[in-house]
């Protein structure tokens, strides 16, 4: 594949360039076709992704929606089989201004305003339409083999919310046919993964822009499987000694300018609120709560480490387009501890907290993730508390206590807490890109900060180390995971039905009934289905809706023998069980976590 480059040579093009250049040529095709279909359209910026391309665009009063998509779509093919060439030229920045302007490209020129005084201007034009681009690009449009524009949404100029909302069209191109179509597999079947339309689906979880945006609300079955998961974490934290406590979600801006929240995060955080002269914030995490917490009496050595616990309401202002169900939202509940250790305590902790986090990915079957070594970028003065001293010693300390536990990982600059380095823990999801989970941060900076201190063995007064970790992550993260790994079929342990009792007919309904109400008074989380459905479609509705492990059918054989059909959702096969022995089965599997 040959492409053109800025000073205008033609090559051959790299194999690792060959996706970004063919994205990027069409997201000048797309531009082009729209320009075509709406000409009072001005382009902001359009670049190739990892996964495709988008263009920006300020469409004026034209509201566009995905039925408009495939009229681009056919106009670009329109542009392919025209074989345009792209040719390139530069222009001194007063041209290159003139140029936009003539044509209405005001964001062009705005660009052009931003762009270093010595920058080279250049331009690549195809047929009619001429874009102010770096390229390279393809050398005609008929290279182009395989396109699909994908969706629609909103993005502000510049990424800055004080500026206008522009339309952004997303698409994607590869080599050929044979490509696209796996890659539009694979976004299929992340769609039937996606855990917003499974939790729409499977009523888990609602948002309401009435209550606000990154704001969800977990329905009854959505609150069963927290409380499951809530139950299954604090228990295993209490096994190992931790405290756990209930903080308010306020503080006040002084709270977070003593931790340095205020001067790192603020941007992250919702607006302050004044009440009686005194400035208060929605919390964005807890490890301030805690620290004064942890101030409120003396310690000894002989009390550390001390672990607190507590699953913690938290709010972040996020920015609309990054919201995500409850992937990412503007409130979640982080499964959150901070553990106060003598600095002798830190490898023993430290080798606790992974053991609890792979033990626990071991009960969820996590076994696609890998650890990572986040560290601070020396050369950023703003992200990170300056203290060179103090971030060596944090760092070669959970570097030295990762390799004596035999923990295999790799480091990465710029992703550590402002504070301290940190092990993240990042899963691979069935669909998308990895993220992180799990995490462990060492921090010597903020019990510095609270001015905390423990009295030693030899009675002098010293500053202890806090671990901040969280094992699940936020609940709500953490969900979303399981959803869209085990697409809504979750195991016994955390269904939020785990059997649906299924009537034949209203014949059956009174021994359906009791077998229900025996199964409830047991504690198991039963349900009946008493609609006047035929039984074929309560089973399918059961399992293939409800996603229900175990459906109960009760008809005349079953009201004569005493017993009940069970239909299993995993084999689709019926065995007949007592009550009683059906109770023991599920008990069983619950307690194993099966």
């Not at 609890?356 to 560290?375: A, Q």
Request: a negative charge.
């Amino acid at each position: 594949m040959k492409i053109i480059y800025n000073d205008g040579h033609v090559a051959e093009c790299p194999e690792e360039l060959e996706l970004e250049v063919l994205r990027h040529s069409t997201a000048h095709i797309m531009a082009q076709a729209v320009k075509r279909l709406y000409p009072n359209a001005h382009f902001a910026y359009g670049p190739a992704t990892e996964k495709g391309f988008h263009y920006d665009i300020d469409l004026g009063d034209v509201k566009l929606s995905d039925e408009d998509l495939p009229a681009i779509e056919k106009e670009m093919q329109k542009i392919v089989k025209e074989n345009l060439p792209f040719k390139v030229y530069p222009l001194p920045r007063d041209e290159a201004v003139k140029l936009m302007q003539e044509r209405g490209e005001i964001y062009k020129v705005e660009h052009i305003a931003d762009l270093p005084a010595d920058a080279v201007i250049t331009f690549y034009q195809q047929g009619e339409y001429i874009d102010m681009c770096v390229g390279p690009h393809l050398c005609y449009t008929k290279a182009l083999k395989a396109f699909k524009l994908m969706s629609l949404s909103g993005a502000y100029w510049k990424n800055d919310q004080k500026n206008k909302m522009l339309t952004r069209l997303n698409g994607t191109a590869f080599r050929n046919q044979d490509e696209l179509a796996a890659y539009l597999k694979e976004v299929e079947e992340a769609k039937a993964r996606d855990h917003r339309r499974i939790g729409k689906d499977m009523q888990l979880f609602m948002t309401d822009d009435l209550v606000g945006r990154g704001l969800p609300m977990f329905l009854p079955k959505g609150y069963t499987l927290w409380q499951q998961l809530e139950n299954y974490i604090r228990d295993k934290e209490v096994m190992l000694g931790y405290q756990h406590v209930l903080t308010p979600c306020v503080g006040t801006v002084d709270l977070y300018k003593t931790s340095g929240h205020w001067d790192h995060y603020k941007d992250n955080m919702f607006p302050a609120m004044e009440v009686e002269g005194e400035a208060f914030v929605l919390r964005p995490m807890n490890c301030p709560h805690h620290m004064r917490i942890f101030a409120n009496r003396p310690h000894s050595y002989r009390d550390l480490p001390i672990r607190i616990g507590e699953i913690a309401h938290d709010f972040r202002f996020e920015a609309s387009g990054t919201l995500k169900g409850i992937e990412r939202g503007r409130h979640f509940c982080q499964n959150d501890a901070h553990l106060f250790v003598t600095p002798e305590q830190i490898k023993d902790e430290v080798s606790a907290v992974c053991d609890l986090i792979f033990s626990t990915y071991k009960d969820f079957h996590i076994t696609d993730y890998r650890c990572v070594l986040s560290l601070r970028d020396p050369e950023d003065k703003v992200k990170y508390h300056q203290d060179d001293e103090m971030w060596e010693k944090a760092e070669s300390a959970l570097r030295e206590v990762l390799t004596e536990l035999g923990i295999h990982f790799t480091e990465e600059i710029g992703e550590a807490a402002f504070y301290g380095p940190k092990l993240d823990v990042n899963v691979k999801p069935a669909v998308g890109a990895e993220y992180t989970l799990s995490t462990c941060q060492l921090d010597f900076c903020l019990p510095a900060k609270f001015n905390l201190k423990y009295i030693d063995k030899d009675g002098v007064e010293k500053t202890p180390v806090v671990l901040h970790r969280a094992i699940l992550g936020s609940l709500d993260r953490f969900m979303a995971y399981l959803i869209e790994e085990t697409k809504g079929i979750f195991p016994v342990w955390l269904a939020p039905v785990q059997a649906k009792v299924l009537p034949v007919s209203d014949k059956s309904m009174d021994y359906a009934e009791k077998v229900y109400q025996q199964l409830k008074e047991m504690r198991f989380r039963v349900e009946l289905d008493d609609r006047n459905e035929k039984i074929g479609y309560k089973i399918r509705y059961a399992r293939q809706e409800d996603k229900v492990p175990y459906m109960i059918i009760i008809g005349e054989k079953e009201i004569a023998e005493g017993n009940i059909s069970v239909r299993d959702r995993e084999t689709d096969q019926t065995t007949v069980y007592s009550i009683a022995d059906f109770a023991a089965k599920l008990a069983q599997e619950i307690k194993e976590r099966k």
